[in-house]
């Protein structure tokens, strides 16, 4: 490797994502959807500390899941263009903050079952399996055996998500009938 160039993946992924800015829409899920982390971040950060207040004390619920891009020029006395600055460097500092190793705590990991059976569609919630089964492998399904005779079930999709410092896996297996 070039020694002038001594760029790893992370630093090749940071440059690129300084490069592009996004819109509000894009902006306010993505801080909103990880505010407790950003707050602990960026708490002794005086460039981001009256947005990041206003973010914390604005009330989310059914009606209002985003605040509007209306009320924070409104709240912060800041101009469309001086919000949309300050949100993208956050979200850029963000991202350059969560390069550090230990940047973000998974607190909770859950584990479900997804098991397709004809017509229905089986949730089972799984609390200590140790090893995540691989595309392709059969599970025999013995609680199920009740209602439809023995199942088998394969494997078809293992699909992950780190979400407000929970790591959920679902497991979407298919049933083959026995």
């Known amino acids: 490797m070039n020694k002038d160039r001594d760029y790893t993946n992370i630093n090749v992924a940071l440059i690129y994502m300084s490069r592009q800015k996004l819109g509000y829409r894009e902006l306010i899920f993505a801080i909103v959807s990880e505010l407790p982390l950003i707050t602990r ?84 919630g799984i609390d200590g399996l140790t090893t995540i089964p691989r595309v392709g492998e059969d599970f025999l399904i013995p609680f199920i055996k009740e209602r439809y005779g023995s199942v088998m079930a394969t494997v078809k999709e293992v699909e992950h998500e780190i979400y407000t410092g929970k790591h959920t896996i679902n497991i979407m297996l298919e049933s083959n009938f026995l």
């Open 41 to 124: 971040l960026f708490e002794k950060d005086s460039k981001y500390d009256s947005l990041i207040r206003e973010l914390t004390e604005y009330e989310y619920n059914d009606d209002n899941p985003l605040p509007y891009q209306k009320d924070l020029l409104e709240k912060l006395a800041l101009s469309r263009t001086a919000l949309m600055e300050l949100m993208n460097d956050l979200y850029e500092d963000f991202s350059i903050k969560l390069s550090d190793p230990k940047a973000y705590t998974i607190s909770d990991t859950e584990i479900y079952l997804i098991v397709k059976i004809r017509d229905d569609l089986w949730v089972v």
